[in-house]
């Protein structure tokens, strides 16, 4: 059904001079009645966003001839990066590699990684792709070890160190680290699935922003960012 408004309006040619009332027709269209099985009100609270979820991952089922990186995903930070099914390091020097798809503060970063008796790890909170020299970081040691550190313009703190139980150099490892909170930060370095460290950083050179995920490994297969809090 149809149906109009009627409203008058006072038209003058300015403030002190007589005018006329002109009549204005508005008209609209009635909206039908929903079907009895839409004409539920909606709940008054559909409750909070799930504060969990995949920002990043790659298998690196890509390859690439040596050195070329790891696709347009990832930036090298440091040495140099292939994939053959895993992202390879290939320098005998520092190698790092850093996704620049998603930024996070709350997160959880993880990889599975092959040392082959060399250092290892994972990293989060870099502020930039193409510069890694802050970062926290869960690195895997020569000697079996698995330390928390805090990267800040290059210069390493160890925060905690802790045995890793783990197997051969050349077996696969999940390496996983967790960051959450701005002060202070709390940091949970975590093996084959077990945590074996933790801290608390409430220092003034804390990394308190949000940033990018870096690997550091001979070898991982496969490489994971997932979102931790809101």
């Known amino acids: 059904m149809c149906s109009s408004d009627l409203a008058f309006f006072g038209d003058t040619p300015d403030a002190d001079s007589g005018g006329y009332a002109t009549e204005y027709t508005i008209g609209w269209s009635a909206t039908p009645a929903p079907p009895p099985d839409l004409a539920q009100a909606a709940p008054a609270d559909l409750g909070a966003p799930p504060t969990t979820g995949l920002l990043f991952s790659d298998d690196f ?16 930070a440091a040495g140099a990066w292939y994939s053959d099914t895993r992202a390879d390091s290939d320098r005998d020097a520092t190698n ?26 994972v990293y989060l909170r870099s ?17 079996s070890h ?11 703190t160890t925060l905690a160190d802790a045995a890793a139980d783990v197997g051969a150099p050349y077996d696969p ?58």
């Open 61 to 76: 089922s890509q390859t690439s001839a040596p050195d070329n990186g790891l696709g347009p995903t990832w930036t090298v």
């Open 96 to 121: 790092l590699v850093t996704e620049n798809v998603a930024q996070c503060r709350d997160c959880t970063v993880q990889s599975t990684v092959i040392t082959f008796g060399a250092n290892g790890g």
């Open 127 to 143: 502020p930039s792709p193409t510069d890694a020299g802050d970062r926290y970081e869960l690195v895997l040691l020569s000697d």
């Open 146 to 156: 698995v330390q928390l550190r805090r990267v800040r313009a290059g210069v390493v």
């Open 173 to 230: 490892v999940v390496l996983s680290l967790s960051a959450s909170g701005a002060g202070p930060v709390a940091l949970v370095g975590s093996v084959g699935g077990v945590a074996k460290l933790s801290f608390s950083d409430s220092t003034s050179a804390a990394l308190v922003g949000a940033g990018y995920a870096v690997v550091q490994a001979e070898g991982g297969v496969p490489y994971t960012l997932m979102h931790a809090k809101g």
